[in-house]
Structures are given as C-alpha cells and as structure tokens.
C-alpha cells in the first residue's frame, strides 16, 4: 500500500516561510499526481496546490499564487512545498495527497492516498 509522511511543518512569524516534504513509498510515484491540501480546525479541507505525474503542469489555489510553490522530485519519491510570505490565515494542518488518475486535481475526491498531516502555524 502507498505510505506518504510529511514533514517540515512549524511555528513561524507572517511574513515568514517553511519547506514542507512529503515522502511517498512504492514504485509508482512517478505516476500520480500530487497535491497538498489544508485544514484548519472547524474548517472545510482546502486544496493548496497539485503537480502533474511529470511535474509540467501545476496548480494553485488563487490564495496561495505568487507565494507557494510546489515541486517533486520523482527520483526521491518526494514532493515539496515552498511556503513563502506566509500569514495567519495560512495556519492549519497541511495534507499530502496522491491521485492514480485526476479528473479534477483541485478535488480531494479525486485523491487515493493521503498523509496523516504536517501543522503549520503562523503567528507573531
């Protein structure tokens, strides 16, 4: 069965940024599409960003363009998240996710494997 772990989540200022990684086991890494989602206590799970299979092709939510940056590494079997310029309303557990096939990438319907979770907090 596919395992993902993320890691790299902290407690950092507005303004500041984190790296977050999500490690993916198995032999078809190369085959999903990946995405991160975000939720905040009390609050409706909320897509980030997703990466194609090859990585040409990404996704963001309109909250997070120009500040975020997704990115793998299929020879690591990893995917990465760059969060800069970060803000309050950023706060939240951050979720790893991988789709065997995407019909719609920004859907956490269209995702078959999911991370337990990496908490990002954003405060002075």
């Known amino acids: 069965q596919v395992q993902l772990v993320e890691s790299g989540g902290g407690l950092v200022q507005p303004g500041g940024s984190l790296t977050l990684s999500c490690a993916v086991s198995?032999?078809?890494?190369?085959?999903?599409?990946m995405g991160w989602f975000r939720q905040a206590p009390g609050k409706e799970r909320e897509f980030v960003t997703g990466?194609?299979?090859?990585?040409?092709?990404?996704y963001y939510a309109d909250s997070v363009k120009g500040r975020f940056t997704i990115s793998r590494d299929n020879a690591k079997n990893t995917v990465y998240l760059q969060l800069n310029g970060l803000k309050p309303e950023d706060t939240g557990i951050y979720l790893c996710?991988?789709?065997?096939?995407?019909?719609?990438?920004?859907?956490?319907?269209?995702?078959?494997?999911w991370g337990q979770g990496t908490q990002v907090t954003v405060s002075s």
């Open positions: 198995g032999r078809t890494f190369s085959t999903y599409t």
């Open positions: 996710a991988a789709a065997r096939s995407t019909y719609r990438a920004t859907l956490a319907a269209s995702y078959n494997y």
């Open positions: 990466i194609s299979a090859s990585g040409s092709v990404t």
